[in-house]
T-cell receptor, first 116, second 112 residues
């Protein structure tokens, strides 16, 4: 079974600075997808960024980028130029290569606070 | 497109009552997933349904929980004889055939 581990329960960053959130996973599959979701106090699950395992290039979405190390099974999220609105819970998630027929496996999440 | 709609947003039930949570997937999405989020935890998979079929219910508790996705109407997650431990946020997600989850805003169930 796949597992996702987020070992840091909380992190804090100064506004406009850069922060990196860590995630490791375990799988025996070669084809899969990795995600970072943001959950603000509204509870809505918001997709931040997605990475396909077969792609060597790290995904980037504006201020958000990932460092995907497939051999090390590591998938960290870097937030540049942090903004107050980035404060939220962040969840790392794994989806098997079966596409819609696979279920997402989530880590326990990390609470990010942004200091003004 | 209104997105994935869940209702109610908040639900309070007394111990022993039944809870019904509804999920209307995005237009064109025929796959529905239910997840549960306990306090300070990530989301845990419960069940995956397509229209009129349960595809994977490996995350559903064996008793008191059931789910359906009828030909017409929303998907329903039903919890019978609720207990305090059922208090959680319940999320629904939908996807088209090719994958790509969209989550609803969740239903927070409180059992008193």
């Amino acid at each position: 079974a796949q597992t996702v581990t987020q070992s840091q329960p909380e992190m804090s960053v100064q506004e406009a600075e850069t922060v990196t959130l860590s995630c490791t996973y375990d799988t025996s599959e070669s084809d899969y997808y990795l995600f970072w979701y943001k959950q603000p106090p509204s509870r809505q699950m918001i997709l931040v960024i997605r990475q396909e395992a077969y792609k060597q290039q790290n995904a980037t979405e504006n201020r958000f980028s990932v460092n995907f190390q497939k051999a090390a099974k590591s998938f960290s999220l870097k937030i540049s130029d942090s903004q107050l609105g980035d404060a939220a819970m962040y969840f790392c998630a794994y989806l098997g290569g079966g596409g819609a027929n696979s279920k997402l496996t989530f880590g326990k999440g990390i609470t990010l606070s942004v200091r003004p | 497109n209104a997105g994935v709609m869940q209702n109610p947003r908040h639900l309070v039930r007394r111990r022993g009552q039944e809870a019904r949570l509804r999920c209307s997937p995005m237009k064109g999405h025929s796959h529905v997933y239910w997840y549960r989020q306990l306090p300070e935890e990530g989301l845990k998979f419960m069940v995956y349904l397509q229209k009129e079929n349960i595809i994977d219910e490996s995350g559903m508790p064996k008793e008191r929980f059931s789910a359906e996705f009828p030909k017409e109407g929303p998907s329903i997650l039903r919890i019978q004889q609720v207990v305090r431990g059922d208090s959680a946020a319940y999320f629904c997600a939908s996807s088209p055939l090719a994958g790509g989850y969209t989550f609803g805003s969740g239903t927070r169930l409180t059992v008193v």
